[in-house]
């Protein structure tokens, strides 16, 4: 299986402000996906993000408030940024193994909380 | 529209009671049906992928099986390590959208 890690593991942060938050994989992948949680809530697809090319988001999130970077096959970035008490979530990475069957799996997640 | 929607939304057991996590589905064509486990403060840990009808998987105390509408996680005389939420996710044929669509969960709680 693919071992996740992120960071920061938690942080909490101004209204206003913008946070980066890493993924890294200890393996080679070629898909990697941002997640939201908000409280006692399941989890909402943000973006895919695939090397080379630029981050595919879903509706209701915007370039512009959650940027995305993959340099490479092992590593991407997550911005939050200008952010509002409403961002207070869970974020989560997560990577698809092709060498297992094309299982998912997630990284440890970043609790973020805006004040 | 994907859409998943898992029953009960809690659950609470007795040690060794064993009962099922009910997980049904709408999606245009299926590509696999996931199960996770979640404890509080962490990320979702894998627990199956389910890939055609009929298919089943088992872990320990855990068996998961797939109709072309619904999904049952087994849990068979539970342990209170096994409390925890419980996800079920799809992902659908779509070309390109490998991301994984989630219900809101069945949150388990077993009692010694």
């Known amino acids: 299986s693919a071992v996740i890690s992120q960071k920061p593991s938690r942080d909490i942060c101004q209204r206003g402000t913008s946070l980066t938050i890493q993924c890294q994989v200890d393996?080679?992948?070629?898909?990697m996906f941002w997640y939201r949680q908000q409280p006692g809530q399941s989890l909402t697809l943000i973006a895919t993000?695939?090397?080379?090319?630029?981050?595919?988001?879903e509706s209701g999130f915007v370039i512009d408030k959650f940027p995305i970077s993959r340099p490479n096959l092992t590593f991407s970035t997550l911005t939050v940024s200008n952010m509002s008490p409403e961002d207070s979530s869970i974020y989560l990475c997560?990577?698809?193994?092709?060498?297992?069957?094309?299982?998912?799996?997630f990284g440890p997640g970043t609790r973020l909380t805006v004040t | 529209e994907d859409q998943v929607t898992q029953s009960p939304e809690a659950l609470r057991l007795q040690e060794g009671e064993s009962s099922s996590l009910n997980c049904s589905y709408t999606?245009?064509?299926?590509?696999?049906l996931f199960w996770y486990r979640q404890d509080p403060g962490k990320g979702p840990e894998f627990l199956f992928t389910?890939?055609?009808a009929g298919e089943e998987k088992e872990k320990e105390r855990l068996k998961a099986t797939l109709t072309k509408k619904e999904s049952f996680l087994h849990i068979t005389a539970p342990k209170p390590e096994d409390s925890a939420t419980y996800l079920c996710?799809?992902?659908?044929?779509?070309?390109?959208?490998?991301?994984?669509?989630f219900g809101s969960g069945t949150r388990l709680q077993v009692q010694p």
């Open positions: 997560s990577v698809e193994w092709v060498a297992g069957g094309r299982e998912q799996y």
């Open positions: 393996s080679q992948v070629t898909m």
């Open positions: 993000a695939n090397q080379g090319s630029e981050a595919t988001y």
């Open positions: 999606v245009s064509g299926l590509r696999g």
């Open positions: 389910l890939y055609s």
């Open positions: 996710a799809v992902q659908a044929l779509d070309t390109g959208r490998r991301a994984l669509t």
